[in-house]
Nanobody, 122 residues
Framework: QVQLVESGGGLVQAGGSLRLSCAVS????????MGWFRQAPGKERAFVAA????????YYTDSVKGRFTISRDNAKNTVYLQMNSLEPEDTAVYYC???????????????WGQGTQVTVSP
C-alpha cells in the first residue's frame, strides 16, 4: 500500500517561511514525478509545484514563482516544498502527490497524501 505522509505545516506570520516534507512508503518513487497541491477554504484543490524524477525539471503555478522551491531526495523517497515570503493567500491544506508522469502529476496524480495545514496570519 502506497502512503504519502506530509509534515511541516503550521501557523506563520506573513513574510515568514515553512518547509513541507512528504515521505512516501510502499513505492520506490525514484522514477516518479512528485508534486504539491493546495486547497484553500471554499476553493478547489489547485496545483502548486511539481518536480521530475531526476529533479532536473520543476514547474510552479504563477502565484508562487520566486517564493516556493520544490526539491526531492530519492534516497529518502521524500519531496520537499520550501515556502518563503508567505502571504495570507497561501493559507490552505497542502497535499503532496505522486505519479509516473510529469504531466499527470500536475493534473490527476495517482497517489495523494492526507494533507497538512498551512496558515499564514497577516
Amino acid at each position: 500500500q502506497v502512503q504519502l505522509v506530509e509534515s511541516g505545516g503550521g501557523l506563520v506570520q506573513a513574510g515568514g517561511s515553512l518547509r513541507l516534507s512528504c515521505a512516501v512508503s510502499g513505492r520506490n518513487v525514484s522514477r516518479d514525478a512528485m508534486g504539491w497541491f493546495r486547497q484553500a477554504p471554499g476553493k478547489e484543490r489547485a496545483f502548486v509545484a511539481a518536480i521530475s524524477w531526476s529533479g532536473g525539471s520543476t514547474y510552479y503555478t504563477d502565484s508562487v514563482k520566486g517564493r516556493f522551491t520544490i526539491s526531492r531526495d530519492n534516497a529518502k523517497n521524500t519531496v520537499y516544498l520550501q515556502m518563503n515570503s508567505l502571504e495570507p493567500e497561501d493559507t490552505a491544506v497542502y497535499y503532496c502527490a505522486v505519479d509516473s508522469s510529469i504531466v499527470l502529476v500536475r493534473r490527476r496524480p495517482d497517489y495523494w497524501g492526507q494533507g497538512t495545514q498551512v496558515t499564514v496570519s497577516p
